[in-house]
């Protein structure tokens, strides 16, 4: 899971980037709105903490431009403030943010925020288990089962894997797989996809079984929701 912070204070956003890279989640930070405008453009995180104040554009104008834009009109966006007034609040709320946290705020309390929010909008990417048919993978032991028997994939499988598993039916193009499973800064070569969708059909069907993943001629692949 991916979170973007976009705040000027520098202490505040080291220790956020450390206490959430600690829960597990994949930080970008950006100091300025503009900048956080034109990033959140190229990709949208699964989750924005957005501060209130900001030099230049200001979190809450940049928080009514991403409702606007088709891409990022329902992303999780948590704003950050040092206002506590009640009439902020709402107005923080009225310009399109998901919930509202009151600086100086206890960084357990973020953190449970971020999570309930995260559980509320995208359950299938916080689940610790998913499962389609006779397939059933555990996220927090890394463990792969089809038919009861467990699976070994590598690593890249099994983030290939749980990508597709979160969205069945939905085709991914190679650039899309690549950018999702391996990084938007790693350039490799649209046909290592390919290789690895190849690794991970072996692993995870013998000749007589169903294989869950679809190939779409032309655009990509997709975890089958017909599969099981
Ligand atoms: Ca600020």
Redesign the pocket.
């Known amino acids: 899971m991916r979170v973007m912070v976009v705040?000027?204070?520098e202490a505040l956003t080291t220790l956020l980037r450390y206490n959430l890279e600690a829960e597990g989640y994949d930080v970008e930070t950006v100091d300025h709105g503009e900048e956080a405008d034109l990033a959140l453009r190229e990709h949208v995180p699964d989750l924005l903490l957005l501060?209130?104040?900001?030099p230049g554009l200001s979190g809450v104008e940049l928080c009514r431009r991403l409702r606007l834009r088709r891409e990022t009109e329902r992303l999780p966006i948590i704003m950050l403030t040092?206002r506590g007034e009640e009439a902020d609040r709402v107005r923080g709320l009225a310009t399109g943010a998901d919930d509202y946290v009151v600086k100086p705020f206890s960084v357990p309390e973020l953190l449970a925020r971020v999570r309930a929010l995260l559980r509320r909008v995208k359950p299938a990417e916080i689940a610790e288990r998913l499962a389609a048919g006779d397939l059933e993978m555990d996220r927090v032991q890394h463990r792969v089962r089809r038919a009861g028997r467990d699976l070994h994939l590598g690593p890249t499988e099994f983030r290939l894997l749980e990508f597709l598993m979160r969205s069945p039916g939905r085709v991914f193009s190679r650039e899309q797989l690549l950018n999702s499973v391996w990084g938007r800064d790693v350039y490799i070569d649209e046909r290592t996809v390919d290789v690895h969708v190849g690794r991970l059909r072996k692993a995870l069907a013998d000749t007589h079984e169903r294989d869950p993943i679809r190939t779409v001629r032309g655009s990509g692949y997709a975890f089958d929701e017909t599969f099981g």
């Open positions: 705040e000027d204070e501060d209130w104040m900001l040092a």
